[in-house]
């Protein structure tokens, strides 16, 4: 896992990735990448999908596990653009961070 990102990160990122792990598994499999997709209007063919599923899961198991997710974000996470798009999702969603 990408542990340089700030704890207040991780906790957002988590919160998003559970958000697409719709069935709770632990993971996100093709189908609900491609239903991510289509929720951000991201137009994919059959193929594509796949090849993006290919992209994401590095351990090449089927599906993307939360380090997966983490590791494609957090480089990106550094760059405000990614972390105003990821912000602007929470507000459409109006998911929140669970404060302890």
Known sequence: MNSQLPMEELKKLRIFFEYLDEDKSGTICLQELKKTCQRLKIKLNEHEAF??????????????????????????????LTRNELNAFFDKYDLSIKKN
């Open 51 to 80: 090849e993006l599923m290919r992209l994401l899961d590095r351990n090449s198991n089927g599906s993307v596990d939360f380090d997966e997710f983490v590791n494609l974000l957090g480089d990106k996470y550094k760059h405000d």
